[in-house]
């Protein structure tokens, strides 16, 4: 399919020019153009900041839910349609601070959902803030003395939590983003992207350049089936002078999905919305569970 079957006509993009974000929806819809997945076929979900606008910008069924709270409502549109194609797309704060009990729970499920992270390393919509990725001693106009904290690490948590398919991608690098995105999709299971994305309005320090310069890709001999080698690669960064690494880091194949895991879908793996509804076994249902 070509990306202009993924346009939105007359969509005023909010985001700021040369902000990372850009390279990250154009290497998504060559993705799913790759992938032949077509607009009708597909769902967005976000929650709120900037990476939350994405899916107001790509031709599909969407959904703009809650702050933090956008992997439930994914879970479930998957779950009552399995047919579908369930992209989820947050921002690191988003995801990962106000939607961080989220984003654990929904890695022990296991819906067979694509989760995107724009992870710029502060909060952009709300000018500044730091973020749970915002690495240690980065001043912003709210932390005057520096980052204390430590950085979030998002890849090792996933892999701790026995995640299906975890990946880091670079904005800046729009051919292996779309590669990554592709694989993620196709997988079976959640998978996490977690992309470097930077926002040139509200961080001055990790710019793309920066990234250029502490990332590198995992080695062609990485194995991403050897999930304590893979959690011994999520743990480099610069806080330990090392580098980033990007590429796919785990897959735990053969995972039952959240879906596979429903009873509803034990006898027949067909979507909800296409059954016969027996109405007087559905009446027997509820009968059943009155109390009174």
């Known amino acids: ?99 961080g009990n989220h984003f654990m729970h929904t890695i022990r499920r296991n819906p067979n959902i694509t989760n995107i992270v724009h992870n710029n390393m502060v909060y952009g919509l709300t000018k500044g803030q730091a973020s749970p990725t915002s690495q240690k001693h980065f001043k912003t106009p709210f932390q005057v003395d520096g980052v204390f904290e430590e950085p979030f690490n998002p890849i090792s948590t996933a892999i701790t939590l026995g995640a299906s398919f975890v990946a880091r991608a670079f904005a800046g690098d729009i051919s292996e983003t779309k590669e990554v995105i592709k694989k993620a999709i196709m997988h079976k299971g959640y998978a996490l992207v977690d992309i470097f994305q930077p926002c040139v309005s509200f961080n001055k320090i990790n710019t793309f350049q920066w990234f250029k310069e502490n990332t590198y890709y995992l080695e062609d001999d ?15 960064c610069p806080t330990y002078n090392q580098k980033f690494p990007l590429g796919i880091f785990y897959i735990n194949e053969g995972k039952k999905t959240f879906e596979e895991n429903l009873p509803v879908y034990e006898r027949d793996s067909s979507p909800l919305y296409s059954r016969k509804v027996d109405r007087e076994k559905l009446k027997a249902l509820v009968e059943s569970k009155r109390i009174i």
């Open 1 to 99: 399919m070509d990306l202009e079957d993924y346009k939105v006509d007359g969509a005023d993009i909010a985001w700021c020019p040369g902000c990372g974000n850009f390279s990250i929806l154009q290497s998504l819809k060559m993705a799913l153009g790759d992938l032949e997945i077509k607009p009708e076929d597909l769902v967005m979900v976000s929650g709120i900041g900037q990476a939350g606008k994405l899916p107001h910008y790509i031709k599909s069924n969407m959904f703009n839910g809650l702050h933090g709270r956008s992997l439930s409502p994914a879970t479930g549109i998957k779950a009552s349609n399995t047919e579908m194609t369930v992209i989820d797309v947050s921002g690191d704060g988003c995801m990962y601070g106000e939607g």
């Open 222 to 236: 990485h194995n991403p089936f050897n999930r304590l080698d893979a959690l011994k690669r999520s743990m480099e």
